[in-house]
């Protein structure tokens, strides 16, 4: 199974972002040589905040915001329509947490700033201009630009699309230029001078999140869905460009890369040497710098890793912080001349003390959130409750599982989990409102009759109905706010005959010939967007071989997607606003993240499994099991040698041993294939081979090896008994099919419990 992910490089290169910024506030080489230092902090690192915005712009602002011509397989959306598909509902939640984190952070340096005197004869306006575009700190101004360059951006997709976008965000950065590093430019020309005089009275700086974000905003997004589409093998070559380094060359990449570095240091001097700058973020060569450098993070293949996200904020908020406090402390132990004098130690303090607290922080973060959820860990007493055969839901192992796909996932993709056939026996009511408290708010079904379940208990979102729905029940489709598939074309015209407003996702069959209307029928699928009755949210297949490895799976999944996107480009050509696109299920997040569009539909791996053993055991770092299945010794019993136990007297005792009766059996979805020896499951940490034939509601199994044990005793069957651990995909492997199926059977009379 591959596992390549790109975003791993962004990920990486936060953290040495976060650590040139560190440098451009303590000038790590000043005192040794003027000039390196003016390299270093004035040049190379400028390149740490445009990347800020660059990840930014790719994860929030429109992925799939590809190339505006009408090269084929392209799918063209508006910036901002993507996300939230029409309601950029991910776009607000960012800039919601990016409010909060810049709340958090003024609150933080107020009592700097006041002690600094930053805030004397403050005016409302004053404050108003920090607020927006200098920030209350000095470092501060990053979030407000932000912000207000993700606002701007939106707006200018809305109306100009892509290229319109870039040349309005270019325009503007070289209008912040002018008042930037080439600013004695300016000051030749008098009318010039005046008109910057305007502006550096509402913005004392040009790097802000008029002039400067946008356009690093804009380019991110452009990148970044632009290496999808590569991934997504629509590159002008129609083969897998993303397994090779992103399409280019990395060797002329990086070459490009060091050409510009080379010219934005010419250039950073040469101006330097005319006394132009009034200030040093931005140059004309800082925009080919970025571009290779974002090619090169994009091209390289790793894990995605979250944690340096939350790591890298916490580094950029907190050093001026650390800054102050190195300098204290070294005043206090009398060590200024080492501490702080030499300006090389001084940077690695800060450095080093800056990212430990900011590991510090991010785990505490993630215990609040953790301690947030209640009733977590194991349960000798509510096991008292329990009295046959239960199933125990792992809320934290469900919330972990959650997480992993989102990091697998571009923020603008949302899961949209599968909850079909009660949750995989999980129970769907119980793991969708879970689900709804972790933030997830689109879900699928297999019937409107599921859906309808879950509507009764209040859950809220999106609720998909996968399969067919019979014409007698579309009214509960209609009550019930269910999403329907369209299974086909004349069923697209029965859901319209219904007469009242449906909302529907169109499926397309793209080979796999189960459901949808066929990828060829592209003038169907546009009429139906055409039909009054009916809504048109989404437009998905279904990939059916995205859990297979050969070379023939792989290029048919390649092969239905393409499909797939020139359906979605053609009908954004004729002019239909494009709905939510979707293809992966479960086996599609992990082996072909980039095909990641506004939904993915988990299933099997959101419970912590996959189909079968092996891949099981694969994922178990990042994927754990949410169901344990558990029932009880009802009693403990002698068979002597040569005695038979169970139906058919399949069992017969070759010596005398002990056998215990537990309560479950294949009424509760305990395969009875896996009698004689098959199966077996674990008490008090050790194995219990089954015994003779499993029945109905119970099962015999041998405890001869395992001492002490006794009546009410638990039995697990799936899940973790000391040291040891059973998981679905065990249990398909001995039964011979796959975990869904082990899972999805789960009886109906089992109790379930969120643990
Ligand atoms: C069941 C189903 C899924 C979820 O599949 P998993 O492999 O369990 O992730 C996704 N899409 C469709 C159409 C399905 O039927």
């Known amino acids: 199974m591959k596992q390549e992910q790109s975003y791993g490089g962004l990920d990486r290169f936060r ?11 303590t000038s790590p080489l000043g005192s040794y040589s003027a000039d390196a230092d003016f390299f270093l902090t004035r040049i190379l690192a400028r390149v740490a905040v445009p990347f800020f915005f660059m990840v930014t712009g790719q994860f929030v602002l429109c992925p799939q915001f590809f190339s505006s011509g009408s090269k084929a397989g392209s799918v063209r959306r508006p910036f901002g329509q993507c996300a939230g598909g029409g309601e950029p509902r991910a776009i607000w939640n960012y800039l919601g947490k990016l409010a909060f984190i810049y709340g958090i952070s003024i609150a933080l340096y107020l009592p700097l700033g006041i002690y600094a005197g930053h805030y004397r004869g403050l005016t409302l306006a004053k404050a108003l201009q920090m607020l927006i575009f200098e920030g209350t700190f000095y470092h501060l101004w990053y979030f407000p630009a932000c912000m207000l360059g993700v606002l701007l951006v939106t707006f200018l ?7 319109g976008t870039l040349f309005v965000s270019g325009a503007l950065y070289v209008t912040g230029l002018l008042g930037d590093s080439y600013y004695g430019a300016v000051q030749r020309i008098p009318a010039m001078t005046s008109v910057y005089d305007l502006i550096f009275q509402i913005s004392p700086h040009t790097r802000n999140g008029l002039f400067f974000a946008p356009l690093f905003l804009s380019l991110g997004s452009v990148l970044g869905g632009k290496s999808r589409k590569a991934q997504n093998g629509l590159g002008e070559s129609g083969k897998r460009t993303g397994q090779d380094a992103g399409g280019k060359g990395i060797l002329w990449l990086l070459s490009c890369f060091f050409l510009s570095v080379v010219l934005m240091a010419e250039e950073g001097f040469l101006l330097r040497g005319l006394g132009f700058p009034r200030h040093d973020s931005m140059y004309v060569f800082l925009v080919p710098v970025m571009i290779f450098l974002y090619e090169i993070l994009l091209s390289g293949k790793s894990r995605p890793m979250r944690h340096l996200r939350t790591v890298s904020t916490w580094v950029y908020i907190l050093h001026p912080a650390v800054i102050v406090v190195v300098r204290r402390a070294a005043g206090i132990m009398h060590k200024t001349g080492l501490l702080v004098d030499n300006s090389l130690i001084h940077y690695a303090a800060v450095t080093v003390l800056s990212i430990t607290a900011a590991i510090l922080i991010s785990r505490f973060e993630d215990l609040i959130k953790g301690g947030r959820t209640p009733g977590t860990g194991g349960s000798e007493s509510k096991d008292g409750k329990r009295a046959r055969a239960w199933i125990e839901l792992d809320r934290k192992a469900l919330s972990g599982n959650v997480e992993a796909l989102r990091a697998m996932l571009p923020a603008s993709c949302a899961l949209m989990p599968a909850v079909k056939a009660d949750a995989y026996g999980h129970g769907a009511v119980l793991i969708a409102r879970e689900l709804n408290r972790l933030g997830v708010e689109a879900f699928c079904v297999a019937s409107a009759g599921e859906g309808e379940a879950l509507r009764r208990k209040g859950v809220r979102g999106e609720i998909l ?16 706010r269910l999403t329907q598939t369209i299974v086909d074309y004349p069923y697209a015209e029965k859901l319209n005959g219904y007469g009242k407003k449906l909302h529907v996702h169109i499926g397309v069959d793209t080979g796999m010939h189960r459901l949808g209307i066929g990828y060829e029928q592209r003038e169907r699928i546009g009429k139906i967007f055409e039909m009054k009755n009916l809504e048109v949210d989404g437009l998905f297949t279904h990939l ?8 023939k799976e792989q290029s048919f999944t390649d092969l239905q997607a393409k499909r797939f996107y020139a359906v979605a480009d053609d009908l954004e050509r004729s002019g239909y606003s494009c709905p939510k696109l979707h293809l992966q299920s479960s086996y599609g997040i992990l082996n072909y993240p980039h095909l990641a569009e506004d939904y ?7 419970y912590g499994v996959l189909s079968t053993r092996e891949d099981t055991g694969r994922w178990k770092e990042i994927l754990r099991p949410v169901l344990s299945l558990k029932a009880r010794v009802a009693c403990v019993r002698r068979l002597n040698c040569g005695e038979t136990a169970g139906y058919g007297m399949a069992f017969t005792a070759q010596r005398d041993m002990e056998i215990a009766t537990i309560t479950v059996g294949y009424g509760d979805g305990l395969p009875r294939c896996l009698s004689a020896g098959r199966g077996f499951v674990l008490i008090n940490g050790r194995k219990a081979p089954v015994v003779g034939r499993i029945c109905m509601d119970q099962t015999i199994v041998d405890v001869s090896k395992i ?4 009546s009410g005793d638990v039995a697990v069957v799936i899940g973790k008994s000391g040291d040891e651990e059973i998981t679905a995909g065990d249990l398909a492997e001995w039964a011979g099919t796959i975990s869904n199926e082990i899972l999805s059977r789960m009886g109906a009379r089992l109790e379930r419990v969120m643990v």
């Not at 953290?15 to 506030?25: E, M, Q, Y």
């Not at 059916?544 to 070379?551: F, I, N, P």
């Open 600 to 606: 993915a539909r988990a299933g099997i791996a959101l």
């Open 15 to 25: 953290i040495l972002a976060a650590v040139l910024v560190i440098a451009i506030h």
């Open 157 to 163: 997709g809305r109306f100009l699309g892509l290229k």
């Open 707 to 710: 001492p002490d044990v006794k």
């Open 544 to 551: 059916c071989t995205s859990d297979g490895e050969a070379l």
């Open 465 to 480: 109905v996968l399969g067919y729905t019979d014409p007698s029940q579309f009214d509960l489709l209609h009550r019930c």
